[in-house]
């Protein structure tokens, strides 16, 4: 079974950069699926921030996409995302997800989520 | 842009009773839609893909139809674990927007 576990800091200042790692077990990062970044604020609902594939193909979502990267770490069984300049409205509970075999959208597998507070 | 309409926004059912969920598409997503459930505290689950297609584990009390633009959830007999947020998600195409704003699925 799948497991996702999202870690990294809650609080970040403006202007910085968000830092998040999705720690994935039972199942190799490095497999056939996508994996992405989904995010939840109470202003904006849930939001789609970009969907990876090992092979290096990736998603971003248009409106972020000047301001995210997203990379994996193979040996740990690992991917991350960055958010550049924060600002308030990048607060919200941050997901990681394993997505459907040939899918880049549907989720299908979540961590619990992690809360990430932009504020001086 | 695609934007996803869901109605209504609050929806009180009796247990046991029938709970119908709409969905509208701005434009044809054809059946890339997908539904998910999400209780409070937790993250959302996986309910419906394809529009139809229940995904591993969904209890048969749940179901979707639709195609275009008018998509439905039916849950045939509401329980009180069913209490939670429901999201529809159009995946035909690539965001800014992909979810509903959800409904609310509450006990009468």
């Known amino acids: 079974q799948v497991q996702l576990q999202e870690s990294g800091p809650g609080l970040v200042r403006p202007s910085e950069t968000l830092s998040l790692t999705c720690t994935v077990s039972?199942?190799?990062?490095?497999?056939?699926?996508?994996w992405g970044w989904i995010r939840q604020s109470p202003g904006k609902g849930l939001e789609w921030i970009g969907s990876m594939h090992h092979s290096g193909s990736t998603y971003y979502n248009p409106s972020l996409k000047s301001r995210v990267t997203m990379s994996e770490d193979t040996s740990k069984n690992q991917f991350s995302l960055k958010l550049s300049s924060v600002t308030a409205a990048d607060t919200a509970v941050y997901y990681c997800?394993?997505?459907?075999?040939?899918?880049?959208?549907?989720?299908?597998?979540w961590g619990q989520g992690t809360l990430v507070t932009v504020s001086s | 842009e695609i934007v996803m309409t869901q109605s209504p926004a609050t929806l009180s059912v009796s247990p046991g009773e029938r709970a119908t969920l709409s969905c509208r598409a701005s434009q044809s997503v054809s059946s890339s839609l997908a539904w998910y459930q999400q209780k409070p505290g937790q993250a959302p689950r996986l309910l419906i893909f394809g529009a139809s297609t229940r995904a591993t584990g969904i209890p048969a009390r749940f179901s979707g139809s639709g195609s275009g633009t008018e998509f439905t959830l039916t849950i045939s007999s509401l329980q009180s674990e069913d209490v939670a947020v429901y999201y529809c998600?159009?995946?035909?195409?690539?965001?800014?927007?992909?979810f509903g704003q959800g409904t609310k699925v509450e006990i009468k």
């Open positions: 998600q159009q995946y035909n195409n690539w965001p800014p927007r992909t």
């Open positions: 997800a394993r997505l459907k075999e040939d899918s880049v959208m549907v989720a299908e597998y």
């Open positions: 039972g199942y190799s990062i490095s497999s056939r699926y996508y």
